[in-house]
């Protein structure tokens, strides 16, 4: 009988152990995800090449952990679309073709862990999207790869926003000749902005970019289209967006001096 | 009960502190300041690279933790944590290796800890690239696109003109027939997808009209074009190899339309939802009434100028990595124009017909091997017909061929193949007995002859990396032909040598056989005729910066024998000619963000040949001396791109009349002719521009082409031609004067 109970109670103290050790490490796990996630975003909303790298080093660092390896590398992958699109801006064609393949590498090696989550391959989309300003000659096998992850995607997760908002964006910068054009961009935009609107992600430190920037875009897209009201709906738009991140250089800056121009 | 209760309890609380977790105040992370009591050292140092270059961004971090950090501008970096005793610090940075440094942190002492990171050495398939190819595919070396096919003026979106832009090659006639470092122009060998194409081209050796080739460059997923050194896999040709590889599958469903003032063309893909099944479709006619009401015609016609062009594919994915497909194309041509010769006056008639099909499969039969098989089959009908001359030929070729490839280990790979190649050729029609005198009261004969050949090949070579640095390609292959009963053997040796990133020399020797054409079998007793013999030796250095910047230098030395000899004792053709070819390849190209592409070709040639009627060792007929070419594309915007080519050579050799004797009998004058190519045409030279402008067109996209060929009027000589007595020559200029050409294309 002693040894009986000597033995239930070794169970169930190992038990409580396990369970407070797994709670421990998955808070450990995630509060880091979150710190460095907020870091990343910080920098994507400044422009912030450095703060950036410092994000993409806190989830290389994180890999350390070893847990949902395949979501910190989607974020590692995440940073490096920063960084091209930081190269982007900035003209160095080198950079932009040296991060977005370091992205496009770490998000098939999410996809590889994790074939199931849709926002890789959105990022897989967007990331083949940049492939445009340093290999043109490949443009077949760009279309097969963006096609590709967007097939993938919605067939995941079919009213995922940032599907929709990557395609507004390829649509509002690819020319009317190409099959773009605003008129293309706005339906989808619209889309977006309506699932973000009901959207919520099935953890905290699941990706949730977007909202604002699929604003942003509309708010673009509407003065581009410059239709009778369009401009006030632009302006209601950038206002709500800013409330929404007044820290995004994109909106205060570059979506704002668009406004700013079009209205003279 | 008691302990059910207590059980309870416990899990309660472990699940609380789980919902928590987020929460948690417990922090393994360096950059908090922790409540606890526990020991925060500071571990920081410089990281660097090469020549104590700083290094930006590289990350740093205690193996199993997230104690770390990222360098700054100076490749500083600095962190806390509460590890102690043996650790292990893990740097890294992309584009460098990783670095793992043990270390004991001791408590309350701070640590310093510099390092140096190692460049990754950047390997690519471009090792692999042998001497003396130009490639285009998405693992090699690419040196032309599909992209700049289209858009190099004067090259009208052709594959072999374009690539008479590279060393090494040039036109015959201003057309896609190619000659190579002096070679005939049927010692190229055409391959697509593993099959011989030896008729792909529309208004072949016809009078004065440049030809054009059938292969659509937007279909392909690789284009190597080797002139000299290449590998095993190819039997049966001695000067160069344009190896064509489609893409197994089309890439997206759509359709594209073409309207020019010469011709008009629709294509079509289509690729399943699954992505298992797809299929493509072309057709093509072209016609000259509009360009000719626009330019003017420099020649009489009749008929004028006309072909048309019909094929599909058909394909199917097998499993992950397997594919079928099956191709098919037919094309016609006809054209008839005026001559006036020394004994003749009228209209040169050619007409063609040429049916290709070919089905190849690939296979994977495990992770390292790769299986590919295919058969082929053509079908080329050609009527010519000038004066007296009055013939028709057909060729048929059919072919079955394996391949397989084995990666025995990461540095060995193996290939093989068999394969077996039917060649049957017919010959009807009248031939003067006299070249000279075409005449149609000339004496003539009637010919009638049926001849067929098989030939089986078997080669194996191996690619063996000895580093990232070092590769070679040894091979060997044997070719058997069943006409003449030959074997030939032709080991070959490739290599590359990597001194310094960008930098690769890369060399090539063998021997390589051709069989002579099946007609001169028709001339030679007991069939016996040896397959004609080159050995390659080729050397040649090449610089190339992520192919922003290629610059290239190349010599080779070919040396042959066995060529088929014209014997004036025995008026028999054999085997008893030779010759040589040499020469330097230099070759430059740059690329200028997305802005600009240009580059310069230039080629030094001697090749002397005893060959056919050449009873000595003459000018071989593609002696051309020098060639230059350059190629330059702008892109003003998005939209918007001009292109401009020149080129330049010294004059072609050719035979000149120096004399005549009249002959009563026939009652034309016999041309006495000086040595075999001892005359050259004048220099050649052309300047082609052209612009395109993409836009949209009911929505869709769309592209208009305006081209400017021979800019400036050059009157470049295609032959001479001369009076009935041969006291006066006179210039037959070719057909290719200053033009204008439009078109439109739409794709929906």
Redesign the interface.
Known sequence: MKTK?LI??TV??F??MM??V???A???F???M??AKKNLKEGMDKSDE?KI??A???F???L??KKDVWLVNYYIALSDYGLSSNAMVK?N?DNVK?YTQ?GIDMINKSIDENSEFADSYVLLQTLNFNRW??E??????I??AT??ADESATKLDPNNPRLFLINGIASFFT?????GGVKVAIPKLEKSLDAFKTRKEKK?IYPDWGYEMAMGYMAMSLMKRDDEGDMTKAKQYIDDAIKMNPNSEFLTEYVMKEYKDASK | MKYFLILAIIILYALKSFSQGTDSTQSKTSTDSSESNAIINVISGFVKGDKEKVLKGANVVIKGTIDGATTDEKGYYEFETEEKGNVTLIFTLSDYKDKSVQIEIIPDKNMNIDVQLIKKEVSTDEILVTASSFTSGSNTAVTLTPLEIVRIPGADADLYRALTTFPGSNQVSEGSRITVRGGNPNEVLTILDQASLYNPFLFDETFNVSSYSTVNPWGLKGINFTSGGFSAKFGNVLSAVLDLKSYDMPQATGMFAWLGLANASLDGTYISKDRKYGGSFSLGKLFLEPYFAVNGKNSEYSPIPQSNQVGGTLAHKIGSTGNIKFYANYSDDKVGIYNAGPTYEGFFNSNSKNIFTNMKVMVAPSSSTLLNAGVSFSSYERGTGYGILNTKTTELYSKGRVDFTKNVTSKIDINTGIEYEYNGYKFDGTVPEFSYNLNLDAPAFEISSDESSGRAGVYIESQIKFSKKIFVIPGIRSDYQTLSENVSFDPRLSFGYMPARNNSIRGAVGIYHQNPKIDYFLRTPDNDLKPENAVHYILGYEYNNDNKLIFRVEGFYKDYSDLVLFNRRDLYYRSEGKGFAKGVDVFFKTKIANKFTGWISYSYLDSKRKQYEAQNLFPSSYDITNTMSLVGSYNLSDQIVFGATLKFSTGKPYTPVVSSVFNSKQGVYIPIYAETNSGRFPNYSRVDINAQYIFALFGRFAVAVVALNNLLNQNNIYDYTYNADYSKRSEIVTNNKRTIYMGLGLQF
Do not use: H, V, W
């Not at chain 1, 043109?136 to 096998?141: L, S």
């Open positions: 109970n239930m109670f169930i103290l038990l409580a369970l407070n797994k709670s421990y998955d808070s450990d995630d509060k880091a979150l710190k450095t790298t410092k993409r080093g806190q290389e660092r994180i350390q952990l003209k064609n040296k370091s300003q340093y043109q000659d490949k443009m077949q096998e279309i097969a096609q590709s020319p009317e000749a190409f099959g905290e």
